[in-house]
């Protein structure tokens, strides 16, 4: 694991296990209050999936809050116009990644946790060259009136939500009302309701996230 930065972001940086260049690419956002450091350790088990893909584990641009030790994607309590104006950083360091390996839009994903997930479900759902999949855990999809029903025309990346049924920090019902508010746009979306787990990633609840992604993206 090194560090590196794609656009304005910058964090921790892993190589394909197998070396060589990445037949593809795998962000994971943090959540409010942590850094980069937070969930690098995630790479390690979806690599092993995954031999050929990179990881970009990006600390979020402003300190925290109530926090000014950890990182946050936007002000927690600006669940409107928070997301919006973090969305340019997060997809300018895809965009970067991806021209900088020479991969197509469909070797990409976005994932993240609580916050993280927030930012990867409105980011993936929002850009141009979106990524073939989004995994969210934890988090809640906040933005939503300009997402466009999918059709012939218009297609969005395939989504996974993860969610802890005990969590008492992004309440377990915002998964089924994110998925309702997908599933009214036509917008594929898969959901992974964890028993006994409150405001984290477990073990099942991340095997189930790694196959999820190996049906969409290029190992």
């Known amino acids: 694991m090194t560090m590196r930065s794609f656009g304005d972001l910058s964090g921790h940086f892993k190589e394909p296990a197998r070396g060589g260049n990445p037949s593809s690419f795998i962000m994971i956002l943090h959540g409010w209050g942590a850094d980069g450091a937070d969930l690098a350790d995630l790479a390690m088990p979806i690599a092993m999936r995954f ?34 104006l973090a969305a340019p950083c997060i997809e300018t360091a895809l965009a970067a990644a991806r021209d900088a390996f020479d991969l197509p839009a469909s070797a990409t994903a976005l994932t993240g946790f609580s916050q993280g997930g927030m930012m990867a479900l409105h980011c993936g759902l929002h850009m141009d060259n979106a990524p073939a999949a989004i995994v969210s855990f934890s988090g809640a999809l906040l933005v939503h009136d300009k997402i466009q029903a999918a059709d012939d025309q218009t297609t969005h990346p395939e989504v996974l939500l993860v969610h802890g049924r005990e969590d008492a920090v992004v309440p377990f019902a915002l998964m089924a009302a994110s998925a309702g508010i997908l599933e009214g746009k036509d917008i594929s979306v898969q959901t992974a309701a964890r028993s006994g787990v409150g405001h984290g990633i477990d073990p099942d609840g991340l095997t189930i996230a790694i196959d999820f992604l190996a049906t969409q993206l290029p190992q």
């Open 51 to 84: 031999p050929g893909a990179a990881f970009f584990i990006p600390d979020a641009p402003d300190p925290c809050t109530m926090n000014p030790a950890g990182r946050q994607w936007f002000d927690i309590d600006d669940r409107v116009n928070g997301p919006v």
